[in-house]
């Protein structure tokens, strides 16, 4: 397992956003499917309270992403 650790601030222009939304776009390299799914568990904070995935921040909100991700399994080609 892999800690995640993460933190940002919500931006003037994403205001009144979704906080999956706003996850997504400050993370790009998370999916929006996996950002909603840390919310649901309880991994992401802002200003130090859980806020459902549907619910709206503003401006100057700090979130912080303290989750844990799965390592991947990678393939290795076989010769046939």
């Known amino acids: 397992m892999k ?3 993460l933190e940002t601030l919500v931006l003037a222009e ?3 956003q979704r906080l999956d ?3 997504s776009r400050r993370f790009p390299e ?3 499917e996996r950002c909603k799914q840390w919310i649901l568990e ?3 904070l802002v200003d ?3 806020l459902r995935p549907k619910d709206k921040v503003v401006e ?3 979130i912080e992403v303290k989750a844990t991700l799965a390592e991947e399994t990678r393939f290795k ?3 046939i």
Do not use: C, D, P
């Open 3 to 5: 800690k995640i650790n």
């Open 14 to 16: 994403m205001s009144g």
């Open 21 to 23: 939304q706003v996850l």
């Open 30 to 32: 998370y999916s929006r």
């Open 42 to 44: 309880g991994a992401v």
């Open 48 to 50: 130090g309270v859980v």
């Open 60 to 62: 100057g909100q700090r």
């Open 77 to 79: 080609a076989e010769s």
